[in-house]
């Protein structure tokens, strides 16, 4: 879960508004066995492997999701648990307060943000719009006009709304030329999203390789690497895939992306589809942990003997 819904940033920020995370193992290798919890799910759950299910306070089920669902169908999951069950959907006092001095202070760039962002994370992108807009739309500069491009770009790419991302782009492209918003990182990563929902990959990888070289501070590295690792995956360089995941393992272990990228490399030792490499899926079966290290320990030969000439 951590290589897929767990590396998805909109996932971990709708679970901490509205939810209260719990994770637990019933059997099998791994840490988190539990035998209260255990006990909790039992005859609760349709199956025993890695899902969500989602329990009121008293304790009882509500729905579950699929079996390893990738990270838009857990965010999915949850946004249709919300609209099924509103009683558990609405405003904190804090959240209310956030949203009420934004409506007072149209003019004040750090309260549209506060507003643009707990609604972003809420899921209700159409609401969260308007604020970051009002920012842009002002005389502002700074961090706040940043994160305001940012925050339009990333619900475009969540609603793959390619059209609409790129002119966004193309406006924070273009005043971030003027203005140094420090922005190139984040058009270039949300950029190398839109080409690899056209299958671009040779764009892809030029693109991101580009902006890895010239922009090793991003805080999108985790999401540059892991990309361009993707684009050369399916451009059936696989060195070079795992130089890019490998990287991010030994480099930024406490990247979001980190987990992701670890099973991109082994994804030889994997016992079930990746959605992020068109669903590849190895012959291995049962999850043996041996066999999913012994994976990763060969791509990392690879990007040891990469990392020097990259």
């Known amino acids: 879960m951590r290589a897929g819904c767990f ?73 249709s648990l919300l609209r099924k069950h509103p009683e558990f959907d609405h405003m904190t006092e804090t959240e209310k307060k956030t949203l009420a001095t934004a409506k007072e202070n149209l003019k004040d760039d750090a309260s549209q943000l506060a507003a643009g962002e707990l609604l972003e994370e809420l899921g209700r992108y159409a609401e969260a719009g308007p604020y970051y807009q009002r920012i842009l ?49 984040d058009v270039a990563t ?17 693109l991101l390789d580009k902006h890895i070289k010239a922009h090793p501070d ?33 480099n930024i272990p406490d990247d979001h992306m980190q987990r992701r990228c670890y099973i991109a490399a082994a994804h030889k030792g994997m016992p079930y589809p990746n959605p992020e490499l068109g669903g590849f899926q190895s012959n291995q079966k049962g999850g043996n942990i041996q066999v999913i290290q012994a994976a990763y320990a060969n791509g990392r030969k690879v990007y040891e003997r990469l990392k020097s000439s990259y």
């Not at 990333?154 to 918003?181: F, P, S, V």
């Not at 949300?190 to 892809?204: G, N, P, T, W």
């Not at 590295?221 to 030994?250: I, Q, R, S, T």
């Open 7 to 79: 590396a998805e940033l909109r996932v971990i920020h709708l679970l901490n508004r509205r939810f209260v995370p719990f994770y637990f193992n019933t059997g099998g290798p791994g840490l988190g066995k539990d035998q209260a919890a255990a006990d909790f799910v039992k005859g609760k759950v349709k199956n025993k492997w890695a899902h969500f299910t989602a329990f009121t306070g008293k304790g009882e089920a509500l729905d579950e999701s699929e079996v390893y669902a990738d990270k838009d169908g857990i965010f999915d999951f949850l946004m």
């Open 137 to 185: 739309d002002g005389e502002g500069g700074g961090a706040a006009r940043a994160d305001a491009h940012r925050g339009l770009a990333r619900m475009a790419r969540y609603e793959k709304k390619w059209d609409n991302l790129e002119r966004i782009l193309a406006i924070a492209e273009k005043e971030n030329a003027g203005k140094r918003l420090g922005l190139e990182g």
């Open 190 to 206: 949300e950029r190398a999203y839109r080409l690899l929902a056209d299958k671009k990959y040779e764009e892809v990888r030029a």
């Open 218 to 250: 991003s805080k999108r590295m985790g999401e540059m690497h892991f990309n361009a690792g993707v684009a050369c995956f399916f451009l059936k360089d696989l060195d070079w895939a795992y130089y890019h995941w490998c990287w991010v393992v030994e």
